[in-house]
Nanobody, 114 residues
Framework: VQLQASGGGLVQPGGSLRLSCAASGSINSGNVMAWHRQAPGKQRELVASIASGGSINYVDSVKGRFTISRDDAKKTAYLEMNSLKPEDTALYFC?????????WGQGTQVTVSS
C-alpha cells in the first residue's frame, strides 16, 4: 500500500485548505485512514481518523473546524480544514491502518501565516 498526500500550502489565518490522501495497492476492508501532524519541536499528533465503518475521531483542538471524510471508491481520504490558525502550522502526514499493518504517506506542509 502506498499513500500520496497533497493539498498543503500557505494560507492566512481564518482561511481554508483541503488535504487529500490517495491510497494505492490492495486495501482490505476494516481499515482506518487518518491524518497526523508534526510541528517543529513538537511530537507528532493524531489530528483525525475515519474508519471504514464510519467511526470518526478528532483531536480536541480541531473539533468544529476540521472535517475528515473518505471516498472508498477512489481509495482517498480528505481533510477539510477551516478557520485555520497559526498553531495549525505543521507537516501533515497521511496514515492508514489495515489489520495490524500501518502505512505512512509523505508529509504535506501546511503553513498558516499572515
Amino acid at each position: 500500500v502506498q499513500l500520496q498526500a497533497s493539498g498543503g500550502g500557505l494560507v492566512q489565518p481564518g482561511g481554508s485548505l483541503r488535504l487529500s490522501c490517495a491510497a494505492s495497492g490492495s486495501i482490505n476492508s476494516g481499515n482506518v485512514m487518518a491524518w497526523h501532524r508534526q510541528a517543529p519541536g513538537k511530537q507528532r499528533e493524531l489530528v483525525a481518523s475515519i474508519a471504514s465503518g464510519g467511526s470518526i475521531n478528532y483531536v480536541d483542538s480541531v473539533k468544529g473546524r476540521f472535517t475528515i471524510s473518505r471516498d472508498d471508491a477512489k481509495k482517498t481520504a480528505y481533510l477539510e480544514m477551516n478557520s485555520l490558525k497559526p498553531e495549525d502550522t505543521a507537516l501533515y502526514f497521511c496514515f492508514m491502518y489495515i489489520r495490524g499493518y500501518t502505512y505512512w504517506g509523505q508529509g504535506t506542509q501546511v503553513t498558516v501565516s499572515s
